[in-house]
């Protein structure tokens, strides 16, 4: 079974500090995912990657940034959070090549709050 | 624009009531349709990909069905462990991958 962990399941930052969010899979999966969650919105995406050290922005990127050195590792960074940026953040790996059709394998999410 | 839209947004069934969530959408040029289940405090688990209108997936109790506008999950003698939440998501030809979600169906099935 795919394998997606998220190194934080709670997190509690302050207004302006720095945050990263981790991301680790284990099944060599090309294409990684940040997702945000929130009630009555849904889950909106932050960032993708198809391989490693390409990012592309998604539907909501401000405030956000990535990295992704190694294939297997995604990292999601608030660069000065603020209490809007509260919110349940889920990564996510999916397999093939390219931009093909392709079902998403989920993390557990990390809940950040932002006070 | 992509768009997902399910509903009820909230479904309450006693076990053994059969029932069915919708998923519309509008999307150019479908490439797949997918469904989650979520259930609280976890991530979306993969339940079914569908790819083409007609065409049917079933696992235990939940079955799938696509038409060109709408999907829907079909739940037969549901029980308590199938309360979650259900998401639907489809990839189009010019979202480059990308899946567009909409805001999920809450099951609750009381016993």
């Known amino acids: 079974d795919v394998k997606v962990t998220q190194s934080s399941r709670y997190l509690v930052k302050r207004t302006g500090e720095k945050v990263f969010l981790e991301c680790v899979q284990d099944?060599?999966?090309?294409?990684m995912f940040w997702y945000r969650q929130d009630p009555g919105l849904g889950l909106r995406l932050i960032y993708f990657?198809?391989?490693?050290?390409?990012?592309e922005k998604g539907d909501i990127p401000e405030g956000y940034s990535v990295s992704r050195e190694k294939k297997e590792r995604f990292s999601l960074i608030l660069e000065s959070a603020s209490t809007n940026q509260t919110s349940m953040y889920l990564c996510?790996?999916?397999?093939?090549?390219?931009?093909?059709?392709?079902?998403?394998?989920f993390g557990n999410g990390t809940r950040l709050t932002v006070t | 624009e992509d768009q997902v839209t399910q509903s009820p947004e909230a479904l309450r069934l006693q076990e053994g009531e059969s029932s069915s969530l919708n998923c519309s959408y509008t999307?150019?040029?479908?490439?797949?349709l997918f469904w989650y289940r979520q259930d609280p405090g976890k991530g979306p688990e993969f339940l079914f990909t569908l790819y083409s209108a007609g065409e049917e997936k079933e696992k235990e109790r939940l079955k799938a069905t696509l038409t060109k506008k709408e999907s829907f999950l079909h739940i037969t003698a549901p029980k308590p462990e199938d309360s979650a939440t259900y998401l639907c998501?489809?990839?189009?030809?010019?979202?480059?991958?990308?899946?567009?979600f909409g805001q999920g169906t809450t099951l609750q099935v009381k016993p």
């Open positions: 998501a489809v990839q189009g030809s010019g979202n480059t991958g990308k899946l567009i």
């Open positions: 996510a790996t999916g397999r093939t090549p390219g931009r093909a059709i392709f079902s998403l394998h």
């Open positions: 099944m060599d999966h090309e294409n």
């Open positions: 999307v150019s040029g479908l490439r797949g």
């Open positions: 990657s198809y391989d490693v050290k390409m990012k």
